[in-house]
């Protein structure tokens, strides 16, 4: 089945310790995005692809950075975990509707992260 | 950019129905979504709507809309256990970079 993958589920790092999160995706759509969703909180989006173009909401942190290698795969890097960055993180993928697709987002299962 | 309201929480029986309301702001919406989040997953595509529809139905789930009022709502009939989850709505906006806007979610507790 076409799918949005995420590794791991469950990451544990250090305060000030970089952790990259992965996410892949089978659909291959040229669209993808990074949320990250506090407890009880809608999903908040960091930034997002347009193929390779990136694109970063205006109040995503400095510490955190993304890169997408290619259509398959993007990578969320945290470059020096706070407290404050503990939370799921969650990634999704479209198709952009210029390409014919909906605005309709399929979401990965989220990598939860804890910062000790 | 464009609010999206919901309210934050539903109590309800097993086997009586749910409604989830959603109101929004930008009427530019072409499409409305509705996510549902189990406990520690990703959010999962319920059902949509095109704005030029006012009602869809789809199995246990019916989905209205009243683009004049910008109010959006999902009925559950019959609901299980299993459908205790945030429900998320979302109009999907006519920008250009394909982004959706959520509301703040409502979580749903089906009592047995």
């Known amino acids: 089945d076409a799918m949005v993958i995420q590794n791991p589920r469950y990451q544990v790092t250090q305060f000030g310790k970089p952790v990259t999160l992965s996410c892949s995706q089978t659909?291959?759509?040229?669209?993808m995005y990074w949320y990250q969703q506090k407890s009880s909180q809608a999903p908040k989006l960091l930034f997002h692809y347009y193929d390779k173009d990136f694109n970063n909401e205006a109040d995503t942190p400095d510490n955190f950075q993304s890169r997408r290698p290619n259509t398959s795969f993007c990578f969320l890097d945290i470059r020096s975990p706070g407290l404050g960055d503990a939370a799921m993180y969650l990634c999704?993928?479209?198709?952009?509707?210029?390409?014919?697709?909906?605005?309709?987002?399929?979401f990965g299962p989220g990598t939860r992260l804890l910062v000790l | 950019g464009e609010d999206v309201e919901q309210s934050l929480f539903l109590s309800v029986r097993e086997g009586d129905s749910s409604v989830i309301n959603c109101t929004y702001t930008d009427s530019s919406s072409t499409y409305l979504y509705w996510y549902k989040q189990e406990p520690g997953a990703g959010l999962q595509l319920l059902t949509y709507?095109?704005?030029?529809?006012d009602m869809k139905q789809d199995q246990r789930l019916t989905v209205l809309l009243n683009k004049k009022d910008k109010h959006l709502s999902l009925r559950i009939a019959d609901t299980q256990t299993g459908d205790s989850a945030i429900y998320f709505c979302?109009?999907?906006?006519?920008?250009?970079?394909?982004?959706?806007?959520f509301g703040g979610g409502t979580r749903l507790m089906v009592k047995p």
């Open positions: 709507i095109f704005s030029n529809m």
């Open positions: 659909l291959n759509h040229n669209v």
């Open positions: 999704a993928t479209s198709r952009d509707i210029l390409a014919g697709g909906f605005k309709t987002q399929y």
């Open positions: 979302t109009p999907g906006g006519n920008n250009a970079g394909n982004m959706l806007t």
